[in-house]
């Protein structure tokens, strides 16, 4: 039997990839590429408490095989999920969504000078991917500008106030509103197009506080270490669970996006080593969608200074990867889909690299670059569906 460990990406209840769901795309691939026709799959889900107190809760799915009967099938998988995200979101989720945009501008100032630097240098990402993310920057700091421009509409609802206040001093208030009178009319414009957007695109506002909780997450993350510790620790705290519990062959870590960062974070760790049983229980690892160049190029040094174990059963690391997507790595300073290395002080890891791509990146024009299909491309490893083509059919046959 295997055991898999899924850490998503963020964001993933929004394109449906829980561990589940990973689960059920797992199966359905497994299906599709058995050669025995009379194999058939089916699952079962439940709950699962683990680390100290059993304070931490996930789901495991198992996925049983079977050929004329369900009471003759075999469970051949598990899948928990690491659910790690509540984790980085937590603090930010509180704040006003005014406090985290400013946080954004300042940020995006910081990265103005590395910004330009990977305009210039070609660095790990190539020629198309570099321009990408100088959009998707310009196109955030867009979004952040917009957002705080929803402050002077507050000026309208002052000047109702401030009229029921000194309305018995004409004068006093002809001379307030004369000043004032440029910013009433921004004021009346942006809430102008305010209501628009409401009205015609009525998870805007929704869809800004995502996008810079999650930024501002990682952000946070990568400089200050902010909930890395107990983001890995509750890893290792499943990891051990499992290693009492399961009587498996062998046991994965599989990550998607972001996933992929807490998986290397926790393996390859910043000046320390790996705990215990992530070195010798850890078999294999898959990385889907890693953003691990991107993360070089802009926060620069951040996989440095790594530990490898001295004893270690991981026997491969598999990278799926798509050219078009933009935070997709191939861990090569160049595009080709040979096999890729992570450096680990004096020693590299090597990686089985696995190219994925549903689109031609070699025909997309200019219209296309600028609806940001970069990063879009990052939901493209799998459909909505189930029974979807995927990416995990590589997987399995890796």
């Known amino acids: 039997m295997k055991s898999i460990i899924y850490l998503p990406g963020l964001g993933y209840s929004h394109f449906n990839i829980s561990g589940h769901d990973y689960a059920e795309r797992y199966m359905s691939s497994m299906n ?24 931490f809760s996930t789901t495991v799915t198992s996925i049983f095989e079977y050929s004329s009967s369900k009471d003759k099938s075999v469970e051949v998988c598990k899948v928990y999920e690491c659910f790690y995200t509540d984790n980085l979101t937590e603090s930010f989720k509180r704040r006003n969504i005014l406090s985290k ?57 002052f000047i109702g106030a401030l009229n029921q206040v000194i309305k018995n001093d004409s004068n006093l208030l002809d001379r307030i509103l004369y000043n004032i009178s440029p910013w009433v009319t921004f004021s009346n414009w942006i809430t102008t197009a305010m209501a628009f957007l409401a009205t015609f695109f009525p998870k805007f506002r929704n869809f800004v506080s995502n996008i810079a909780t999650e930024f501002l997450c990682i952000d946070s993350y990568l400089t200050m270490g902010n909930g890395k510790l107990d983001i890995t620790g509750e890893l290792e705290s499943l990891v051990e669970k499992v290693s009492e519990e399961d009587n498996y062959d062998s046991l994965e870590l599989h990550g998607y996006g972001f996933g992929c960062v807490v998986i290397i974070d926790s393996i390859f760790p910043f000046g320390n080593r790996a705990t215990y049983r992530l070195n010798t229980e850890i078999t294999n690892i898959i990385t889907i969608g890693c953003p691990h160049d991107f ?32 935070l997709s790595s191939n ?40 609806g940001i299909i970069g990063l879009r491309a990052h939901q493209m490893f799998w459909g909505k569906g189930t029974d979807s083509s995927n990416c995990l059919g ?3 046959e890796l």
């Not at 440095?304 to 050219?323: C, D, F, G, H, T």
Request: proline share 3%; net charge positive.
């Open 32 to 55: 599709k590429v058995n050669p025995d026709r009379k194999k058939k799959y089916y699952l079962e889900k439940k709950e699962y408490n683990y680390g100290y107190k059993n304070k």
């Open 101 to 157: 945009l400013l946080r954004i501008l300042f940020i995006l100032a910081k990265k103005t000078w590395t910004l330009v630097e990977t305009i210039v240098k070609k660095q790990y990402l190539n020629g198309r991917k570099r321009l990408q993310i100088f959009y998707f920057f310009t196109f955030l700091c867009l979004i952040a500008v917009f957002g705080l421009l929803m402050f002077p509409a507050l000026v309208t609802s």
């Open 295 to 326: 993360i070089s190029t802009y926060y620069q040094g951040y996989f440095k200074k790594r530990v490898i174990p001295e004893k270690m059963a991981l026997k491969q690391w598999s990278n799926i990867y798509s050219e078009v997507d933009v």
């Open 331 to 370: 861990f090569r300073m160049d595009s080709d889909n040979h096999d890729g290395h992570f450096e680990v002080l004096d020693k590299r890891v090597p990686i089985k690299n696995v190219l994925f791509d549903v689109i031609n990146v070699e025909k997309l024009g200019f219209w296309d670059h600028l």
């Open 394 to 396: 590589l997987v399995i």
